[in-house]
């Protein structure tokens, strides 16, 4: 079953004071349609999951988000700011984690986020009070002067976090935060994506093949297939939809038409584990 709940509405128009909304948004590649008139509505604070079988068009809509790409058509509004118009207003009011790990595991700790505090232009002082705060943010304590190829993966992914908010942004953008993270390791990532949105208001977009994940951690879910939006809603109203008793598999089932990938597919896991592998 195929729904296409959001077509022909204007979400931004309805609801202009977003913190992302994507209008009838499209991607193509060489003719091959990844986003296919993708409109999408996030209200400030929320953490927010973007679920999907592979392929269907989850890291495409987060680096048209960050304007790492450009949309074939439509348009998306980040922070109040046109991705395709303002893309430099939007880069100051965000944060990105990629899929990739993209921590230095040559550098410490601090020195990663040294070169995160540069690119931002945090100087002086208060570049040195922020990474203290968001050294003890992340847990890091003492492991901040050890190289981070000495780190575990969970520790890294929470580096990067520190990293991408170090200049305090709006909206944090995740690509698969905790694929190839253990059990543990995947919680402490949650408790700072949680501690983040409690704390600064933050608004949280991440993408996830993690059912439990998506359950326990977001407080709305967009299900994306084949580029377009199979169904949006809170994750208890999801299942209500599809049924009582069911879960979060079942909804993911019904409207992606796709069976479960636990581990997110071949490919994504070898490298993000061969990342960490690399580091450790
Ligand atoms: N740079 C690219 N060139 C050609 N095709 C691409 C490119 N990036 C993504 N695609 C294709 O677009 C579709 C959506 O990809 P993607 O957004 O990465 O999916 P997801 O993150 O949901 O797994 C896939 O079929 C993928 O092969
Ligand atoms: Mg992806």
Known sequence: MRRRPNEGKSVMNAN???AIATRDLCKRFNGFAALEGLTLSVAHG????LLGPNGAGKSTTIKILTTLLDASAGSAAVAGFDVAKEPLQVRRHIGYVPQM??????LTGYENLRLS???YGLL???REARIDEAIAFSGLGDAAGKLVRTY???MIRRLEIAQA???LPEVLFLDEPTIGLDPVARRTVWDRLQHLREARGTTILITTHDMEEADLLCDELAILHQGRL?????????KAQVGPESTLDDVFVQFSGAVIDHGGDYRDVRESRGTIRRLG
């Not at 790990?101 to 040559?106: F, T």
């Not at 199979?230 to 999801?238: H, K, N, R, S």
């Open 165 to 167: 908010t170090l200049h």
């Open 152 to 154: 575990s993966g969970g």
């Open 46 to 49: 929320l953490i927010f999951g």
């Open 230 to 238: 199979a169904a949006t809603g809170t994750p208890a109203g999801l």
């Open 16 to 18: 202009p004071s977003a």
């Open 101 to 106: 790990l993209s921590a230095d595991g040559a």
């Open 117 to 119: 505090a540069s690119l």
């Open 124 to 126: 002086g002082a208060g």
